[in-house]
Nanobody
Framework: QVQLVESGGGLVQAGGSLRLSCAAS????????MDWYRQAPGKQRELVAG???????NYADSVKGRFTISRDNTKNTVYLQMNSLKPEDTAVYYC???????????WGQGTQVTVSS
């Protein structure tokens, strides 16, 4: 049974920083792509950043230069370092992983990030 445990959300003032973590477990084939998505009230869920097992990354234009995604394959954990936060970054952030082997997709429970102006 794959489990994802997210942590690190909270309330921060504009210009501040937060670091999200998502620890994955339960896949005998390990994990391939690991992503962070976010969903603001009344908006669709959108991709924020993704990273492959080999370390290749991609970012939404809105977060380039401010957010950094990284992963520790020994811990099956993906991180999202968020700097220079803006009120428009306020959303529930979700971790998504794709397992090795059959390529099944799993989502975390979400963590709230609120940026005050």
């Amino acid at each position: 049974q794959v489990q994802l445990v997210e942590s690190g959300g909270g309330l921060v003032q504009a210009g501040g920083s937060l670091r999200l973590s998502c620890a994955a477990s339960g896949s005998i084939f390990g994990f391939g792509v690991m992503d962070w998505y976010r969903q603001a009230p009344g908006k669709q869920r959108e991709l924020v950043a993704g990273i492959t097992r080999g370390g290749s990354t991609n970012y939404a234009d809105s977060v380039k230069g401010r957010f950094t995604i990284s992963r520790d394959n020994t811990k099956n954990t993906v991180y999202l370092q968020m700097n220079s936060l803006k009120p428009e970054d306020t959303a529930v952030y979700y971790c998504r992983v794709i397992t090795g082997g059959y390529g099944n997709t799993y989502w975390g429970q979400g963590t709230q990030v609120t940026v005050s102006s």
